[in-house]
């Protein structure tokens, strides 16, 4: 019998959990469906405040209170509070690649649910500038030996602060024609707001951070040329057994 | 938000640069700007400037401190005086956490009419229509620095005693209002509004639509003009309820600073008298508790721990004197005293982003993280994942992902758009059987002998979630929860070596089988050779399927899979391909069983 083929985004994931955790990240988990508590209240979102609204929510039918987690940065607050529970304290670096979900109509870009891939790390001396050295260093072997450019510009976060727009530029003869030398939007990023590490039992007088959070199905629709992102919950062997 | 380039010009002196190069600077050092035509850029103001970024004087106010070119003027540094009051109109406000503030001014004799050009054009090129020129100049006050107004026709409140009288307060179940648009809003408990207390009946929705009653129109001739300050959450909340979005409540609602009010009423009042004549005979100013000045401190040093970099006080320095942030020094401490409408600047952070951005992202160099110090945990339910994977995919299963959505299922989704598919799945087996069922109809197109799925998914009890594994194969479908594993490392896996994905055809294909006797010199391989290079760019797929000697002579089958990219496929057309083919394997004197 012929091997059977990985899905894309399994296969990224994989790929990612490597480089990451070459840089000492631990792949962490938490759930989809996920209360408000920890997909907003402990990431600083105020409640009745217009931030919520930019997330497309999908809550739950007689669960009030309950989400189809937004976001994989859940699990930030979910993370730091179990650690300091056990009397770990920082520094931590981990990653959590997932499922998100957002209540929208979907279309060729657009998707329900999709994959994110959240990084965190918390320490005395972590900086705006080891983000972007390590998002550089994650990109430049995801694309492998091409020239990769990392550009911030600012943004807003309730979860960040300051918070920034990660665009990423990659060069060089093997990297897919579409992507190169261009400019592309890749995610947000930023530090994490005091308020989050302090909801989480972490001193932000002593410790800092920074977060992001990837789209996984877009860098994965940018690295091999996939016109459709539907195609990714197609089940579809037409799709996955190129991969 | 709509910004002109020529109205941010009125406030420098030195010519601005092209409408693009505002976008780009604002982009990579304030707000995305989405798009710009005709010297107007949509910016996206981040909802944490939402405070008090939704205006033109805003806006400049980024651009002088970016591209560090002064402001002529700026409008919201001026002293303002309300002098002299009026008690023609009392305010009575029933609860000032609702409505902190309310202003207004009383303008007796004015001339409604059409306005001037200059008006006219500003308004249009942000995309509102010219009505006259009362309703005008609100609006242009509102785009200019960001304070909502609102005219009443003075006359059409109640008069009695010669003093009207306004009282802010929550709707009454069943009270309804006459819209300036026309629309009939019913309104609930929770709805604040504006009542013209004389005659106990509403006149206008507070922070979002004026009331028809006592709207502006050309016989309008004494004017109440209204700049008050709503709570954000009430305003947004009714906007909902009602379905009703304006310019005013998007400002409300992001919380604006009711010092405004002040700048707002007197702007607007002195336009007023300016371009429609009339007399501001007083103002009224209902501030119970006036906002209080608060200051925010940040060293340099902190500035460069969080950022990653090696700025000098001079350059903190430089950037708070360009945002126009007043700060005092001493010793390590930068202490900026925050102008009333940056409601955004609270902790130390927000101050180290002001300095990030002015000075640029640009700055920041990329450097990795130290190496740490502890090695990285093996997950243990991705380490069972990544093995299960490994193993059925040895076997020849390939992993498919399959929407968590179904028809049916122990948990519902409340708001699902579009209303499909609303439950999360309690089992992987109904989706995994479709796609097998799904997939099993292109065996051929895939070249594959068995279809073999499996998932790795969620699914949700009437409590609790759980990661399932399901696989499906010609022997049925089954799934059972996925056990976590512990290990030292993670297993070394092999990634994806596709370079590129390409489109297939989603038209159907028609399979054709052809089987010849060769003799048994001839390879398989030669014979399909032939067989490819006359079925023509329709054939998508070609192998092998049979093969046995007797005697001298060799028996080949064949299967043929016919596909286009652009239409279904007839049985002529896969016949005429199929012809050439045996005229083709004739012509080698090969003969077609």
């Given at each position: 019998?012929?091997?059977?083929?990985?899905?894309?985004?399994?296969?990224?994931?994989?790929?990612?959990?490597?480089?990451?955790?070459?840089?000492?990240?631990?792949?962490?988990?938490?759930?989809?469906?996920?209360?408000?508590?920890?997909?907003?209240?402990?990431?600083?979102?105020?409640?009745d405040?217009?931030?919520?609204?930019?997330?497309?929510?999908f809550?739950?039918?007689?669960?009030?209170?309950?989400?189809?987690?937004?976001?994989?940065?859940?699990?930030?607050g979910?993370?730091?509070e179990?650690?300091?529970?056990?009397?770990?304290?920082?520094?931590?670096?981990?990653?959590?690649?997932?499922?998100?979900?957002?209540?929208?109509?979907?279309?060729?870009?657009?998707?329900?649910?999709?994959?994110?891939?959240?990084?965190?790390?918390?320490?005395?001396?972590?900086?705006?500038?080891?983000?972007?050295?390590?998002?550089?260093?994650?990109?430049?072997?995801l694309?492998?030996?091409?020239?990769?450019?990392?550009?911030?510009?600012?943004?807003?976060?309730?979860?960040?602060?300051?918070?920034?727009?990660?665009?990423?530029?990659?060069?060089?003869?093997?990297?897919?024609?579409?992507?190169?030398g261009?400019?592309?939007?890749?995610?947000?990023?930023?530090?994490?707001?005091?308020?989050?590490?302090?909801?989480?039992?972490?001193?932000?007088?002593?410790?800092?951070?920074?977060?992001?959070?990837?789209?996984?199905?877009?860098?994965?629709?940018?690295?091999?040329?996939?016109?459709?992102?539907?195609?990714?919950?197609?089940?579809?062997?037409?799709?996955?057994?190129?991969? | 938000?709509?910004?002109?380039?020529?109205?941010?010009?009125?406030?420098?002196?030195?010519?601005?640069?092209?409408?693009?190069?505002?976008?780009?600077?604002?982009?990579?050092?304030?707000?995305?700007?989405?798009?710009?035509?005709?010297?107007?850029?949509?910016?996206?103001?981040?909802?944490?400037?939402?405070?008090?970024?939704?205006?033109?004087?805003?806006?400049?106010k980024?651009?002088?401190?970016?591209?560090?070119?002064?402001?002529?003027?700026?409008?919201?540094?001026?002293?303002?005086?309300?002098?002299?009051?009026?008690?023609?109109?009392?305010?009575?406000?029933?609860?000032?956490?609702?409505?902190?503030?309310?202003?207004?001014?009383?303008?007796?004799?004015?001339?409604?009419?059409?306005?001037?050009?200059w008006?006219?054009?500003?308004?249009?090129?942000?995309?509102?229509?010219?009505?006259?020129?009362?309703?005008?100049?609100?609006?242009?006050?509102?785009?200019?620095?960001?304070?909502?107004?609102?005219?009443?026709?003075?006359?059409?409140?109640?008069?009695?005693?010669?003093?009207?009288?306004?009282?802010?307060?929550?709707?009454?179940?069943?009270?309804?209002?006459?819209?300036?648009?026309?629309?009939?809003?019913?309104?609930?408990?929770?709805?604040?509004?504006?009542?013209?207390?004389?005659?106990?009946?509403?006149?206008?929705?507070?922070?979002?639509?004026?009331?028809?009653?006592?709207?502006?129109?050309?016989?309008?001739?004494?004017?109440f003009?209204?700049?008050?300050?709503?709570?954000?959450?009430?305003?947004?909340?009714?906007?909902?309820?009602?379905?009703?979005?304006?310019?005013?409540?998007?400002?409300?609602?992001?919380?604006?600073?009711?010092?405004?009010?002040?700048?707002?009423?007197?702007?607007?009042?002195?336009?007023?008298?300016?371009?429609?004549?009339?007399?501001?005979?007083?103002?009224?100013?209902?501030?119970?508790?006036?906002?209080?000045?608060?200051?925010?401190?940040?060293?340099?040093?902190?500035?460069?721990?969080?950022?990653?970099?090696?700025?000098?006080?001079?350059?903190?320095?430089?950037?708070?004197?360009?945002?126009?942030?007043?700060?005092?020094?001493?010793?390590?401490?930068?202490?900026?005293?925050?102008?009333?409408?940056?409601?955004?600047?609270?902790?130390p952070?927000?101050?180290?982003?002001?300095?990030?951005?002015?000075?640029?992202?640009?700055?920041?160099?990329a450097?990795?993280?130290?190496?740490?110090?502890?090695?990285?945990?093996?997950?243990s339910?991705?380490?069972?994942?990544?093995?299960?994977?490994?193993?059925?995919?040895?076997?020849?299963?390939?992993?498919?992902?399959?929407?968590?959505?179904?028809?049916?299922?122990?948990?519902?989704?409340?708001?699902?758009?579009?209303?499909?598919?609303?439950?999360?799945?309690?089992?992987?087996?109904?989706?995994?059987?479709?796609?097998?069922?799904?997939?099993?109809?292109?065996?051929?197109?895939?070249?594959?002998?068995?279809?073999?799925?499996?998932?790795?998914?969620?699914?949700?009890?009437?409590e609790?979630?759980?990661?399932?594994?399901?696989?499906?194969?010609?022997?049925?479908?089954?799934?059972?929860p996925?056990?976590?594993?512990?290990?030292?490392?993670?297993?070394d896996?092999?990634t994806?070596?596709?370079?590129?994905?390409?489109?297939?055809?989603?038209?159907?294909?028609?399979?054709?089988?052809?089987?010849?006797?060769?003799?048994?010199?001839?390879?398989?391989?030669?014979?399909?050779?032939?067989?490819?290079?006359?079925?023509?760019?329709?054939?998508?797929?070609?192998?092998k399927?049979?093969?046995?000697?007797?005697?001298?002579?060799?028996?080949?089958?064949?299967?043929?899979?016919?596909?286009?990219?652009?239409?279904?496929?007839?049985?002529?057309?896969?016949?005429?391909?199929?012809e050439?083919?045996?005229?083709?394997?004739k012509?080698?004197?090969?003969?077609?069983?």
């Amino acid at each position: 019998m012929e091997r059977g083929h990985i899905h894309p985004i399994s296969s990224l994931i994989r790929e990612a959990n490597r480089i990451f955790s070459d840089m000492g990240f631990t792949f962490a988990e938490g759930p989809l469906l996920e209360s408000e508590h920890y997909n907003f209240d402990m990431l600083n979102f105020p409640k009745d405040h217009p931030a919520r609204d930019m997330q497309d929510t999908f809550f739950m039918k007689d669960e009030p209170g309950m989400v189809l987690r937004t976001h994989t940065s859940n699990v930030q607050g979910r993370y730091m509070e179990s650690q300091m529970k056990k009397d770990m304290v920082p520094p931590y670096r981990v990653i959590v690649p997932g499922k998100v979900f957002r209540n929208e109509a979907t279309d060729i870009t657009h998707e329900a649910e999709f994959y994110q891939l959240e990084g965190l790390a918390v320490g005395e001396d972590v900086t705006l500038a080891n983000l972007k050295g390590t998002l550089a260093r994650f990109f430049r072997e995801l694309f492998k030996g091409a020239d990769v450019e990392i550009r911030f510009r600012p943004s807003f976060f309730p979860f960040t602060e300051p918070s920034v727009e990660v665009d990423m530029r990659v060069s060089g003869e093997n990297v897919p024609e579409k992507l190169r030398g261009r400019w592309i939007e890749m995610m947000g990023a930023g530090m994490v707001h005091p308020n989050v590490l302090k909801n989480a039992g972490v001193d932000p007088a002593k410790y800092k951070g920074f977060a992001f959070g990837v789209g996984l199905d877009r860098i994965a629709l940018l690295r091999w040329g996939i016109d459709d992102i539907r195609l990714m919950h197609s089940a579809d062997l037409r799709f996955i057994n190129q991969f | 938000m709509k910004i002109s380039r020529e109205w941010l010009q009125t406030y420098f002196d030195a010519p601005l640069p092209e409408a693009q190069v505002l976008a780009d600077a604002l982009t990579f050092h304030a707000f995305e700007v989405e798009t710009v035509e005709d010297d107007v850029l949509d910016v996206k103001i981040t909802p944490n400037r939402g405070h008090d970024c939704l205006s033109h004087r805003s806006i400049a106010k980024e651009f002088s401190a970016i591209a560090n070119l002064p402001m002529k003027d700026d409008p919201l540094r001026a002293v303002i005086s309300l002098e002299p009051k009026t008690d023609v109109i009392k305010i009575t406000i029933e609860d000032a956490k609702l409505c902190p503030r309310f202003t207004g001014a009383y303008i007796k004799g004015v001339r409604v009419g059409p306005s001037p050009d200059w008006l006219r054009k500003q308004l249009e090129a942000v995309g509102q229509k010219s009505i006259n020129n009362v309703v005008d100049i609100t609006n242009f006050v509102m785009f200019n620095i960001g304070q909502p107004l609102h005219a009443f026709d003075a006359g059409k409140l109640t008069d009695k005693g010669s003093t009207r009288a306004l009282t802010i307060r929550l709707a009454k179940k069943g009270e309804k209002l006459l819209g300036l648009d026309d629309k009939e809003y019913e309104l609930a408990p929770s709805i604040l509004v504006i009542e013209d207390a004389n005659a106990g009946v509403i006149a206008s929705i507070a922070g979002i639509k004026g009331g028809k009653p006592t709207g502006i129109d050309e016989t309008t001739k004494d004017i109440f003009l209204e700049a008050a300050n709503w709570n954000g959450v009430t305003i947004r909340k009714t906007s909902q309820a009602l379905k009703l979005r304006t310019d005013a409540s998007d400002r409300f609602q992001q919380v604006i600073s009711p010092e405004l009010t002040a700048y707002g009423t007197q702007a607007a009042a002195k336009l007023i008298a300016e371009l429609a004549g009339g007399e501001i005979v007083g103002y009224v100013d209902e501030y119970p508790t006036p906002q209080k000045s608060w200051s925010v401190s940040v060293s340099t040093s902190k500035v460069n721990k969080v950022l990653g970099t090696v700025l000098a006080d001079n350059d903190v320095a430089d950037a708070f004197t360009r945002l126009d942030l007043p700060f005092e020094k001493k010793s390590e401490m930068f202490t900026v005293a925050v102008p009333f409408e940056r409601l955004d600047l609270v902790i130390p952070e927000d101050l180290i982003e002001e300095v990030a951005r002015i000075v640029g992202y640009d700055k920041i160099s990329a450097t990795e993280l130290a190496p740490f110090s502890t090695k990285p945990e093996v997950n243990s339910n991705f380490y069972a994942a990544e093995r299960a994977r490994g193993e059925l995919i040895s076997q020849g299963y390939s992993e498919v992902y399959i929407s968590v959505f179904a028809d049916k299922g122990k948990r519902e989704v409340l708001n699902k758009v579009g209303g499909e598919r609303p439950y999360l799945r309690s089992t992987l087996i109904d989706g995994l059987r479709e796609a097998h069922e799904r997939n099993v109809r292109n065996k051929d197109l895939l070249g594959l002998k068995e279809i073999r799925l499996f998932e790795i998914g969620t699914v949700w009890g009437k409590e609790e979630e759980q990661i399932m594994l399901g696989t499906a194969d010609e022997k049925g479908v089954r799934e059972e929860p996925l056990k976590g594993l512990t290990s030292e490392i993670y297993d070394d896996l092999p990634t994806s070596t596709t370079e590129r994905y390409k489109i297939f055809s989603r038209f159907p294909f028609i399979v054709r089988d052809i089987a010849l006797w060769v003799p048994a010199s001839a390879t398989a391989e030669e014979v399909l050779e032939v067989i490819r290079s006359h079925a023509g760019e329709l054939l998508v797929r070609s192998e092998k399927f049979d093969e046995f000697k007797k005697g001298e002579k060799t028996s080949l089958a064949f299967r043929l899979v016919f596909q286009s990219f652009d239409r279904t496929l007839t049985d002529e057309d896969a016949n005429a391909r199929m012809e050439s083919v045996y005229k083709a394997v004739k012509e080698k004197g090969w003969e077609v069983r």
